[in-house]
């Protein structure tokens, strides 16, 4: 008979396909313990309850340039959506060309973060908000002129008060920090990896599975997991090797200024890696541009490993299926400034 040889390699086929099928339902299996995928709608968020008018509202707070004391920066100018939701310059630049201290991270997805910033400083997006406002280097603006920016602007009071129906006092910069923080809620960004979480095998390459399978057995995972792969936790940058100073700069001690325990020296929150292809520079200094370089530093810092190119190269594809696609967000029609509204002020305030 003919068919012997035929049915022999039929059988080692399927056997393989059962194998290879076992084993990215083993890796699957356990990646789902450590890592969750994005949900398909927007989160609730405590304390302010998401509603149409408000994510409307915050869309339009988070593009007004107006919001700035200069009326040159708007929340969208370091965390522009068009570009991964970082503005890609080693650190910000703000309010009188002024420099800031530390790279901006993207707002995509940051509504999964535990606590804000790199250092973790403000527990949420709204409380959050309120910071860049007022920075020096940042909108260096106060509550009380953006309040009255915006309550020079009918149409602003109108969107707060629908907004926020039933409240005696919509128009505050509490609500101001509430609508932007509706807004960024929605900023969620499905990737491949979610597909291949959910159970579609072919949204993962055999590359970016290795990389996955690394980025485990490695150990990244004891930072880097949850829905974000990062955004909780605390960690030295340089548990095992701290980095030079061209990597580290000496100057920012992270969380020691948020906890003054000087076991907070050089800790921030391990960084989320949702869109990390696309959200170069790296670090909080912004120092490092390539993601491979990113990827071995941390090898060596965080886990004391000298990492191979290949390794690395694995990790960095695996790192790439967590870029993901944006809902659409239509730029938004801002009010028409009013006689009454504050005239922009190029003054430096040097906190
Ligand atoms: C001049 C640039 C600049 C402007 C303007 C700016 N940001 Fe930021 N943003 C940054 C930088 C830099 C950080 C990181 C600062 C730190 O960790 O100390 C940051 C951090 C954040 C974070 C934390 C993300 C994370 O992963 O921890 C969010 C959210 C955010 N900004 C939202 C906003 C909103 C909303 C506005 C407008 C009200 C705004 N930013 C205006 C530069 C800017
Ligand atoms: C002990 C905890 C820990 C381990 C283990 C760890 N990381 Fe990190 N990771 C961090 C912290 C903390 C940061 C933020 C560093 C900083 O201050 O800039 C970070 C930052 C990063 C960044 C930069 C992200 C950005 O947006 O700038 C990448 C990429 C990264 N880690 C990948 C990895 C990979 C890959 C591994 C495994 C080889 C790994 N990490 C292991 C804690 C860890």
Redesign the pocket.
């Known amino acids: 008979m003919q068919t012997g040889p035929l049915s022999l390699s039929t059988l080692a086929l399927t056997a393989i396909v059962a194998a290879s099928g076992a084993h990215a339902d083993a890796l699957r299996d356990e990646a789902l313990e450590m890592f969750k995928a994005l949900p398909s709608t927007v989160p609730a968020v405590a304390n302010n309850p998401i509603t149409p008018a408000k994510i409307e509202l915050g869309k339009a707070l988070f593009f007004d340039p107006r919001m700035s004391a200069s009326g040159v920066f708007s929340c969208n100018s370091c965390h522009n959506v068009g570009t991964g939701g970082d503005d890609n310059l080693e650190t910000s630049i703000g309010h009188g060309w002024q420099r800031g201290p530390r ?1 901006s ?2 707002v995509f997805n940051s509504v999964f973060n535990e606590a804000q910033f ?1 250092d973790g400083r403000a527990a949420d997006l709204a409380e959050q908000a309120k910071g860049p406002v007022q920075a020096g280097v940042e909108m260096a603006n106060t509550p009380d002129n953006v309040v009255a920016t915006l309550n020079s602007m009918p149409q602003y009071v109108d969107w707060f008060n629908a907004a926020f129906e039933g409240e005696s006092d919509p128009v505050s910069f509490d609500n101001f920090a509430k609508a932007i923080e509706a807004f960024e809620a929605t900023l969620i960004t499905p990737a491949p990896f979610d597909a291949w979480l959910n159970g579609d095998d072919a949204a993962l390459s055999d590359d970016q599975k290795a990389g996955l399978q ?2 485990v057995d ?7 997991a949850g829905t974000n792969l ?1 955004g909780e ?5 340089g ?1 095992i090797e701290k980095p030079g100073a061209d990597i ?1 700069p000496v100057g920012d001690k ?1 969380r020691f200024a948020v906890t003054e325990t000087v076991d907070d020296e ?8 949702r869109n ?1 292809a696309i ?1 170069a ?6 120092k ?1 541009w390539d ?1 491979k370089v ?2 071995q530093i ?2 060596e810092s ?2 004391g ?1 000298e ?1 191979s190119d290949e390794s690395a190269d694995q ?1 960095v594809a695996f ?1 790439g299926s967590l870029t993901g696609t944006l809902p659409p967000v239509v730029y938004p029609v801002m009010p028409a400034e009013t006689a009454t509204t504050p005239r922009p002020s190029g003054e430096v305030i040097v906190e």
């Open positions: 790279n991270p993207t790199w690394q980025f490695l150990g990244c995972v004891a930072c880097h990062g936790g605390y960690y030295p940058f548990l580290l992270g050089y800790v921030f929150r391990a960084a989320p890696l990390v959200t520079p790296y670090f909080h200094s912004g490092v993601l990113a990827v941390m090898a965080q886990l490993e990492m990790i790192l």
